[in-house]
């Protein structure tokens, strides 16, 4: 390890699926950001909104104050990661490495529930195009099969059809519901949960990832270091 990764080792984690290359999110990447993440995207309810006049603006902030609150608070117990997605082969969608969307994976109480939530935005051009199952495939493999998580869970809006495709998809099963604060108005959020049983038997060989750069962060989760 050489840099930043070395002083923390979250910023060498890197997952490769067939298209994508997803690596941890540094603050280098924050502008990048800020500039693609679409006007749909459904933001963290426990931030601070600051009344900008442009919506791009509050977005822009917004996805600024996530990653530097996520790298602050972050401990064992409660902890949240955010991956940049960029392309590995050039296309349609633009060059090799351009950014097509961000993924990320959470956990509180993690030590004791081992239990994983996820979240994620696609540019539009990336859209239907299973770009999005491949992302959270990504995130549950390195949940399952990198930090030995035991389940994991999701949410969307009840509206959000593409969220609820993908998580139907990939094995997860319904869960409830609860009423979300969307925006100052009252929405329905429809929750899943996936056990990695589930995963390993019938989803997680769909989906091939390859993880690098994990042994060293473990410890940031908790986890033993087998270097």
């Known amino acids: 390890m050489t840099g930043l990764d070395r002083l923390w ?3 060498g984690v890197r997952l490769l699926t067939k298209r994508l290359e997803l690596r941890a999110m540094c603050e280098a990447d924050l502008a990048e950001i ?3 993440v679409p006007g749909d995207a459904e933001p963290d309810p426990r931030l601070p909104r600051f009344a900008f006049v442009d919506p791009a603006v509050v977005r ?5 104050q996530s990653y530097w609150s996520s790298m602050g608070n972050w401990s064992v117990e409660d902890w949240r990661v955010g991956f940049v997605a960029r392309l590995r082969a050039g296309g349609h969608l633009g060059p090799t490495g351009s950014l097509i969307g961000t993924s990320e994976l959470e956990a509180e109480g993690w030590v004791v ?3 994983v939530g996820t979240g994620s935005w696609l540019v539009e051009a990336a859209r239907r195009q299973d770009y999005g ?28 059809s593409a969220s609820l495709g993908v998580s139907r998809s990939l ?9 979300h604060d969307h925006n100052g108005t009252p929405a329905r959020m429809m929750r899943f949960r996936l056990p990695r049983e589930v995963w390993d038997e019938h989803i997680r060989a769909a989906w091939p990832t390859q993880i690098e750069g994990l042994e060293a962060a473990k410890v940031l989760f908790g986890l033993h270091a087998e270097i």
């Open 9 to 11: 080792p979250l910023f």
């Open 34 to 36: 800020a500039a693609l």
């Open 60 to 64: 822009a902030t917004m996805s600024f």
């Open 113 to 115: 529930r081992r239990t």
């Open 133 to 160: 199952k491949e992302m959270r495939a990504a995130m549950l493999t390195l949940a399952f099969g990198g930090l030995e998580a035991a389940v994991a869970e999701t949410e969307a809006l009840s509206e959000n």
């Open 171 to 179: 094995g997860y099963q319904p869960n409830g519901e609860v009423i």
